[in-house]
C-alpha cells in the first residue's frame, strides 16, 4: 500500500503536520543569513523542490538531507569536541590506572600536553577513544556525555560545548525540517557520543544520527538484566568514502541535500550530487577568524582543499561564514 | 530546542497528521483478528500508552515498535523467500560460471536440488549469497529483487511472494503508525533485499528496515559516476544477540514494542522487555497448516522454542495463528 495511505483511526488533536512551503511567500525564514547568494540558493532550493507542479518537484519520501556535524553544525577547534571528552575523561580515569603514567599518549595527556594526542597520530588517538568509551552500557556513557556538557568549558568562548553551535545552520534545519524533509547528521564522529544531545541541541532524534561506531555487544546480565556493552574496538569508520556507505547502511536512499566542511564530505557530496533530479550541495568554509575561527588548505584538523576546488568547478555552494552570517553563535543574538 | 518545537513557515496544505487515539471508541481497527485475548491486548496497549495523562503514557519520540520479518510479516516455507531468489539467480548465473558446475552446494542447487543448499549449513549459504547478491551497485540489485518479485511464484501457493505477507499484521503495523509509533523491520535478512520493497508492500521506508548487511565500497567510476558497490563479504549478521546490537546501531533507542517469531528474536525481545515503562512483546505462533504452515520446537527454519518457553515464563503475548486470525493474507478477503 502507499505510504501515505493508510493513516487510520485519527482522533482528537493532531500533533505534528508537515506540508509544502513557497518560501518567497513567507517572512524571512533564515534571519541569520546575510542576503547573499548562499542564501538565495537555499530559499530556492526549497521553494522550486517542494512547490507541486514544478519540474524540480521532489516527493516528500525522497527528502533526505544531510549534515555533517564537527565543523559544520557546531564549531571543530582548537581540537574535536569529542576529543576534547576523550581527553577530560582520561584525566579523571588516571588515578585508578598506574599504568597509563609509563604509556604514550596517555603520559603526556596526563601531564596536560594537549598536542600529544594529535601527534600521536590515528593510532594514539583510537587507543585513547578505546580507553574512555568503552566498558560500560550505552545507557552510562550517555550519561557520562551529558554530565561532561552540563560541566566542560570550550577554552576560548568559555561556554559550554553545545553553545557553539551555528545559529544559520539551526534557522537552515529548521527550514529543512518545516517542509517535510527528513534531516540527518552523518559524521565521522561517534555515533553514541552524538545521539546523547542531538535531539535536545539539534532536533534531530537519535535514529537520524549517522557516525563512526565502535562494537557493540547484547549481555544478559544476572539475573534478569539486558544490556548492550561499548567494546575497546573500531566497528566503523563514517568519514570520507565512509560517508555514503554509512548514508546506504542507515538511511538506504540517496540524499537530494548535503552539508558538509571539510574534504572527509567529498564523497558524501559527491554521491549527493550523482543522483536524477533537482540536488542541493553546500560547504561550511570557515572564514571568521573574529567571531569563530578561520581555516581551510592547510588545515589539520578540518582540512578544506579538495573538496573545495570541487566546489568551485562543479558550481556547488561554497558559504562564506564572515560574508554569509550575520550570525554565527545563538548567544551573539542574545548580547 | 525541543523536537517538535521549531517546526515554522507552515502554509497551504497540511499533508500528514499524526496524534493519539482512544482504540476503543473506534470502529475495528483489526478486523483480521479474532476477538481473543491477542488482540485485546494489543489494542490496551495501543490505548494505554497514547491517552495523554495515562500513566503508562509514552511520548510520541519514544514510540518505537519493532518487527521481524521472515515468519512475522510474512511467510518463511518452505525456505525463506531471500533463499528462493538466490537460488533462482544462482540458476541463472550458471551459464556464465561452468566451474560452479564442480562445487558444492552450487553444483546440486543448478541440479534442482533444493534441499542442498541448507544441507551445506551457515557457509554454504554465505557462498551463495556472495555469488548472488555482490559484483553490482546497490541500484542495479535493487532492480534484481523487483524483477524477480514480479516473476517468481511461491511454490505452494502459486502467487508473487510479495502476496504471501500477513494481512492481520499489516493492519497491527497501521494501526501503530495511525498513533505515532514509528514501524520498523529488525530482521536477519539482507538490508538491501528488504528495502526494495518494504515501502510498497508494508509502509515502511528503507530507513525503518535494519538488516543483516554486506559490505558495501563507495567507487567513483569514470569519468563521474558515483556509486556504491555490494561486495562478496559479510558486514554484519542481524540475527540473535545480533539484533539488540542492530536496534542500537541504526535506531539508538531501546523499543517499546516488539513482535518476533522465532528463537532468533528472543533477545530482541528481551531487550525490549528490559526497559522502563509500559511494553509490548509478541511472538507469532505458526499453528495453521491449512492456511498457512505449522510448525515450532522442531523446525528447521523459524524454531520457536526457548523463546516461547520465555514468552510463557514471562506473560508476553503469543499469537495462535490458527486461532487469533480470521484471515492470514490479503488475497483470501478478495475470494
Known amino acids: 500500500m502507499h505510504r501515505r495511505g493508510f493513516v487510520m483511526g485519527m482522533f482528537a488533536a493532531g500533533i ?10 513567507q517572512a524571512d525564514l533564515l534571519p541569520s543569513w546575510n542576503d547573499s547568494g548562499s542564501k538565495q540558493a537555499l530559499l530556492d532550493f526549497v521553494a522550486r523542490t517542494t512547490t507541486a507542479g514544478s519540474s524540480d518537484y521532489i516527493p516528500i519520501e525522497q527528502r533526505i538531507a544531510v549534515f555533517d556535524n564537527d565543523g559544520t553544525l557546531w564549531s571543530e577547534q582548537p ?51 578505546a ?57 565521522g564522529g561517534g555515533v553514541e557520543f552524538m545521539r546523547a544531545w542531538t535531539e535536545r541541541v539539534y532536533n534531530i532524534p537519535p535514529e537520524q544520527v549517522v557516525g563512526s561506531s565502535g562494537v557493540v555487544k547484547f549481555e544478559m546480565q544476572q539475573p534478569d538484566k539486558p544490556v548492550l556493552m561499548k567494546e575497546p ?66 588545515s589539520r584538523i578540518g582540512r578544506l582543499d579538495k573538496a573545495w576546488d570541487e566546489a568551485v568547478k562543479r558550481g556547488w555552494t561554497v558559504v562564506d561564514m564572515k560574508a554569509d552570517w550575520k550570525v554565527i553563535f545563538p548567544f551573539e543574538k542574545q548580547q
Open 233 to 298: 574496538k573500531v566497528e566503523f569508520i563514517d568519514d570520507g568514502p565512509g560517508k555514503p556507505v554509512g548514508i546506504n547502511r542507515f538511511i538506504g536512499r540517496r540524499p537530494v541535500f548535503a552539508f558538509g566542511n571539510s574534504d572527509g564530505d567529498q564523497q558524501m557530496l559527491e554521491y549527493t550530487a550523482g543522483g536524477e533530479g533537482a540536488r542541493f550541495m553546500g560547504l561550511v568554509h570557515h572564514t571568521d577568524a573574529v567571531r569563530e575561527y578561520a581555516y581551510d588548505r592547510q
Open 16 to 25: 505534528s503536520c508537515v506540508g509544502s512551503i513557497d518560501a518567497y511567500a
Open 131 to 187: 580507553a574512555t568509551h568503552a566498558g560500560m552500557t550505552i545507557e552510562a556513557f550517555t550519561r557520562l556525555v551529558n554530565d561532561w556538557l552540563a560541566s566542560a568549558r570550550h577554552p576560548r568562548f568559555d561556554r559550554p560545548y553545545t553553545d557553539l553551535v551555528y545559529q544559520p545552520m539551526l534557522e537552515l534545519m529548521a527550514l529543512l525540517q518545516g517542509n517535510a524533509f527528513k534531516t540527518y547528521i552523518v559524521s
Open 79 to 129: 581540537i574535536y569536541f569529542q576529543v576534547a571528552f576523550a581527553i577530560d575523561r582520561l584525566r579523571q580515569l588516571a588515578p585508578a590506572h598506574p599504568e597509563w603514567r609509563a604509556r604514550e599518549p596517555f603520559k603526556s595527556i596526563i601531564a596536560g600536553d594537549m598536542a600529544a594526542l594529535a601527534a600521536s597520530g590515528d593510532k594514539g588517538v583510537l587507543e585513547v577513544i
